[in-house]
């Protein structure tokens, strides 16, 4: 029946038409579609002005389309609402055509509307077009439209492609002279796999410098190609990459097959150096000196090296030049050449290749006459193995001394001398008047420190022992200590200490010393005792001969020179004194001295930089205050430290006096230390050194060989070169009140002895109390300054200050220009949104603040602030309610007329 339906209205159709006032069209949409292969697109079936009265009764169309070019199936036929609101509908593909046919019984459409959606797929590129063919419409009796206009679509097809591009992902830098690596990425950003070869070549400033294949690149994919190049200049270089230069691949973008970039050559340096065995030799000895090529690489291997080894004939005579690398040979004949002038050695070698630091040379040089000679190198070329010559080479040159010298002419320069050495010698001994020793030592080491008369030598050696002259002990340990004084004709008066190792065991040596001294030569008697396996009196004699190898001067550090150490990486420790209640100690570790606080911990910190606050209101516990002492020290150690605190009363002032001592021992030949100590402010300070004055840093008479102190914001800071008794006086005066007078005649009554007459009464906490006493506290404006004295008399208003101290902020940013420079710092940040109507936030922050030029202390620094003034109101109130100054953001919020906590907004 449903045929027999659509055959009559086909007939009808056929048979009858209609004129409109308006043509009708049937179009596909869009007219014009740009596509690649492989993708889809879609078409739209429109149909429009169908007239109101006469509607829409049937349409019948075949939409048809080349099939070898596109391809679409009945699922891809997707109808309107409209067009399935038909009685009757037929949909179906064949042999490139669409045929739609629909037939509406009621509810017919007009006016303008879709019949439906057709996905198509590209198979080839090329253009094609998809057209309306047999196309009827009919109006609600059946009958025909005659003004039918039909719209095409037109499709341009185009081929996929790939796409080809280049960049060099390095170096950034180029090395001149040397081989550099330059690795060029060569990916496919295409939409098409490529099977064929092409080329990739590299340019530089226009000059090809290499080129590669590439079997293929799939979409997505990359391939590293590696060039090598070589900068013979410093300078900047062009470089360009130039992807299938040949043109042989078909690609979507033919304009990106190029990349430029400008690289600049820098040429690495090396250097030669000269090291000698010694700096300071004897008349008549030898020593050497090598030559060592340094910084030498792979990517530029070193082939040849010329020239002079300039010294003083004068003082040192050149035995022999040796080259320790092989050099080249060609038919038989070596290419290195040793020239001997007088003062001078002309020397040169190639060898093939030379990639890594070696010694190249060692030069034997005998000491002649006393004096100084430089070692050094003159018209020195180095080539590399392409030979270009190495422009940046850095040269170092050798100073030797050269002396001959006693012991008494070391005692009577009256300087301070370090010297280091060879010793033979005999010990010889009688123990208990059972025991005979005998030792002798040879090729011992000698070190030791002659200053102001005073004689420390230290004799280490292998000794041959002999016992009762019966038994004989080879390789036995032997040390061996003369401290003494030199008085008239070269005597020695001291103690002798020695050890002797016999058979496992240890016998120890130790007596009174009287000696003289003789050329290089001790020889003396001791008298004492003897610990270990056997013990009693014992008494012999000893003589030392010296072979001096090394002397040099013991001086002082200068201002200038600890001023720049102190700059550098110290040993820092903290030195605990008298009744420190927790022993508060720093492993000796390398830290600047301008951070030595912070190496504290946290609760040392508060102690140590809370004293110049504290310690001028609680000078009755004034002991308790000044406790650890920050040290830098160069040489220096402290072995005893001790405090003494007192106080009076006059004339209504506490006088306080106080007075630390310690000992503190210098254990090098040239050393200094910096002790820190908090004391507060003082009226009046004496510092003292071996029982000497120390003048302030800018004194004119300062003694830079005791040391200085400087003293500011109640931080003595003292640096030594002096040993070993360091006492530090002082003395506080503070004036009191009439009720302070009255609570300590009234000894029943008992009260804190700090007083916080500028507090607010209403903080209970002592803690509180204390902090807003010795705190700066800025507001805003007068609405916050209100609010701000209800914590403390004489608030601050804020403008721009430098915090040095522990401060309280009243108001947010927007009102304290205090808060706005550190809200950042802080975790929560206060605006006028957050967090909110009459909500405040109270937080701590600690801060580093410098207050001398090598000392850093921690303040605390307490924002109390809300996004409006009743905000900050409760902030305050609530903050006066608390025990302890929170770690942590506390919320807070004024309601009902008060201040209450609350959860995070």
């Known amino acids: 029946m449903k045929w027999k339906v659509i055959m009559f209205i086909l007939m009808l159709l056929s048979i009858v038409s209609i004129y409109g006032e308006d043509n009708i069209i049937v179009e596909l949409d869009p007219s014009n579609v740009n596509t690649k292969v492989g993708d889809t697109f879609n078409l739209t079936l429109n149909v429009k002005n169908i007239p109101n009265n006469t509607k829409c009764g049937g349409l019948e169309t075949y939409i048809c389309f080349n099939s070898s070019i596109l391809n679409i199936t009945k699922d891809n036929i997707i109808l309107s609402n409209i067009a399935n609101s038909a009685n009757l509908k037929d949909v179906s593909v064949l042999n490139g055509k669409v045929w739609i046919s629909l037939v509406w019984f009621n509810n017919q459409p007009s006016g303008n509307f879709t019949i439906a959606t057709l996905r198509f797929k590209a198979l080839n590129s090329t253009k094609t077009e998809v057209y309306l063919k047999g196309t009827k419409i009919s109006n609600n009796e059946g009958i025909a439209y005659e003004n039918v206009k039909l719209k095409n679509s037109s499709v341009t097809i185009i081929p996929i492609k790939p796409d080809l591009v280049g960049e060099i992902t390095s170096p950034k830098l180029l090395k001149a002279y040397a081989n550099n690596t330059v690795s060029v990425l060569v990916r496919n950003i295409g939409e098409r796999n490529i099977t064929n070869n092409f080329s990739v070549k590299l340019l530089v400033d226009t000059n090809e410098v290499g080129s590669s294949i590439i079997n293929g690149l799939n979409v997505g994919e990359s ?138 040379a060692t030069v034997k040089f005998k000491a002649l006459n006393d004096g100084n000679s430089d070692i050094k190198l003159t018209n020195l070329v180095v080539s590399d193995a392409n030979g270009y010559k190495f422009n940046k080479v850095f040269i170092n040159k050798a100073n030797i001394k050269i002396f ?215 000078v009755e516990n004034i002991s308790e205050y000044i406790k650890p002492v920050a040290v830098a020290s160069e040489g220096f150690n402290i072995t005893k430290t001790d405090t003494n605190v007192n106080e009076t009363i006059v004339n209504n002032k506490k006088i306080v006096k106080g007075k630390i001592t310690m000992n503190v021992v210098n254990t090098s030949k040239k050393g200094f230390i910096t002790i820190i100590i908090p004391i507060g402010n003082v009226v009046s300070l004496n510092v003292t050194v071996d029982n000497k004055e120390l003048k302030e840093f ?28 360091l006492e530090v006086e002082f003395v506080k005066e503070i004036n009191i009140t009439k009720e302070e007078t009255y609570e300590r005649r009234n000894t029943w009554k008992t009260s804190p002895a700090i007083r916080y007459h500028d507090v607010a009464e209403d903080v209970k906490s002592y803690i509180l109390k204390t902090f807003i006493q010795v705190s700066n506290v800025y507001a805003g404006n007068d609405i916050d300054l209100n609010f701000a004295k209800g914590l403390k008399k004489n608030p601050i208003l804020a403008t721009d200050e430098k915090i040095t101290k522990d401060t309280i902020l009243i108001g947010g940013p927007v009102a304290n220009p205090l808060t706005k420079k550190l809200m950042d710092k ?80």
Request: hydrophobic share 35%; with cysteine; net charge negative.
């Open 826 to 905: 802080f975790p929560i940040k206060v605006t006028n949104e957050y967090p909110g109507k009459n909500k405040g936030v109270i937080e701590m922050i600690k801060l580093n603040v410098k207050i001398s030029d090598h000392l850093y202390k921690e303040v605390k620094v307490l924002l109390l602030a809300g996004s409006d003034r009743w905000g900050t109101k409760a902030a305050v109130e609530y903050f006066k309610t608390l025990d302890n100054i929170p770690e942590e953001p506390i919320f807070v919020e004024w309601k009902d007329g008060k201040a209450v906590r609350i959860e995070k907004p």
């Open 404 to 618: 001959t010298i006693t012991l008494e002419q070391i005692i009577s320069s009256n300087k301070s001398l370090e010297i280091h050495g060879l010793v033979n010698g005999n010990v010889t001994g009688n123990i208990n008047n059972e025991y005979n020793i005998h030792a002798t030592i040879s090729e011992g080491e000698v070190s030791g420190i002659i200053k102001d008369k005073k004689v420390m030598l230290k004799i280490v050696g292998n000794a041959k022992l002999n016992i009762n002259e019966k038994e004989t002990l080879y390789n036995t340990k032997f040390e061996g200590i003369i401290n003494g004084t030199v008085v008239d004709n070269n005597k020695i008066v001291g103690k002798f200490i020695g050890s002797i190792s016999i058979k496992g065991y240890t016998v120890n040596i130790s007596g009174d010393f009287n000696g003289y001294i003789s050329d290089n030569t001790i020889r003396g008697s001791y008298t004492g005792n003897v610990e270990g396996p056997i013990t009693g009196p014992c008494s012999g004699n000893v003589v030392f001969t010296l072979e001096l190898l090394e002397v040099s001067e013991i001086l002082p550090y200068s201002k200038e020179e600890i001023k720049t150490i102190k700059k550098k990486n110290i040993n820092v420790s903290i030195i605990p004194l008298k009744e420190i209640p927790v022993n508060i100690t720093i492993p000796l570790v390398n830290v600047s001295l301008d951070k030595v606080l912070e190496k504290i911990n946290e609760s040392a910190i508060e102690k140590v930089i809370n004293v110049v606050k504290v310690v001028d209101v609680d």
């Open 698 to 725: 800018n004194d004119p008479e300062v003694n830079t060989s005791l040391g200085w102190y400087v003293y500011q914001e109640g931080i003595l800071e003292i640096t030594l070169v002096k040993d070993p008794i």
């Open 223 to 360: 391939k590293e190609i590696n060039f090598t190049f070589i900068p013979t200049e410093e300078r900047n270089y062009v470089l360009c990459i130039l992807v299938d230069c040949n043109n042989n691949i078909d690609e979507s973008n033919e304009s990106n097959n190029k990349y430029v970039t400008e690289l600049y050559a820098i040429e690495e340096p090396i250097s030669v150096n000269l090291i000698p065995s010694t700096n300071i030799i004897k008349t008549g000895k030898t020593f050497e000196v090598n030559i060592v090529l340094n910084n030498i690489t792979a990517n530029r291997p070193v082939k040849a090296i010329e020239g002079i080894l300039v010294y003083d004939p004068n003082v040192l005579e050149c035995e022999n030049f040796t080259f320790l690398i092989n050099a080249s040979k060609e038919n038989g004949i070596l290419f290195e050449n040793i020239t001997y002038e007088k003062g001078k050695v002309l020397f040169k070698i190639m060898d093939g290749n030379i990639n890594h630091s070696l010694t190249i």
